[in-house]
């Protein structure tokens, strides 16, 4: 996540990104790394009910995730 912040603009001068995009670039890559780590976190919580044996809680999660989410975008 770290090295993505640092990267990211050699990257995306090295895909042709012209200075006028290249703002918005690295804004919109931004949200995305700061939300790795709560996809990582989230990752990890799921290895360990997975190696417990527990796969319904991770099911049940996810799927009142879908409906808020699903709420939560029609709201705004």
């Not at 703002?23 to 949200?31: E, F, G």
């Not at 990582?40 to 290895?47: A, E, G, Q, R, V």
């Not at 009142?64 to 939560?72: E, R, S």
């Given at each position: 996540?770290?090295?993505?912040?640092?990267?990211?603009?050699?990257?995306?001068?090295?895909?042709?990104?012209?200075?006028?995009?290249?703002?918005?670039?690295?804004?919109?890559?931004?949200?995305?790394?700061?939300?790795?780590?709560?996809?990582?976190?989230?990752?990890?919580?799921?290895?360990?009910?997975?190696?417990?044996g527990?796969?319904?809680?991770?099911?049940?999660?996810?799927?009142i995730?879908?409906?808020?989410?699903?709420?939560?975008?029609?709201?705004?």
């Amino acid at each position: 996540m770290i090295v993505g912040f640092y990267i990211s603009p050699y990257l995306f001068s090295i895909l042709g990104t012209k200075d006028s995009y290249l703002q918005d670039s690295n804004d919109y890559i931004s949200v995305i790394l700061y939300r790795t780590i709560f996809f990582m976190i989230n990752i990890s919580l799921n290895t360990i009910l997975v190696s417990r044996g527990d796969t319904k809680s991770y099911r049940n999660f996810l799927i009142i995730g879908f409906y808020l989410f699903q709420q939560l975008e029609l709201k705004v």
